[in-house]
């Protein structure tokens, strides 16, 4: 079982590259369940940690100063 604060900054790290990930992809490397990785991810987003577009992600500037602490 993984703990939220963990997911969420396991997917900051693969998100780190500035690249759009494709949560499928966010699931397969991160191997958390797909609602973790959802659950987190609007997390992410709620808070402009991460930009959302249909099912790709990638971070934004003021989520790589979070990843970056």
Do not use: P, Y
Not at 2 to 27: A, C, Q
């Amino acid at each position: 079982m993984h703990k939220f604060d963990e997911v969420v900054n396991t997917i900051l790290k693969l998100l780190s590259n500035k690249d759009w990930h494709r949560i499928d992809e966010i699931v397969e490397r991160t191997k958390v369940s797909k609602d973790k990785a959802r659950e987190a991810i609007e997390f992410l987003n709620k808070f402009s940690f991460a930009e959302v577009r249909g099912e790709e992600v990638r971070i934004t500037s003021l989520g790589l100063k979070l990843f970056e602490l």
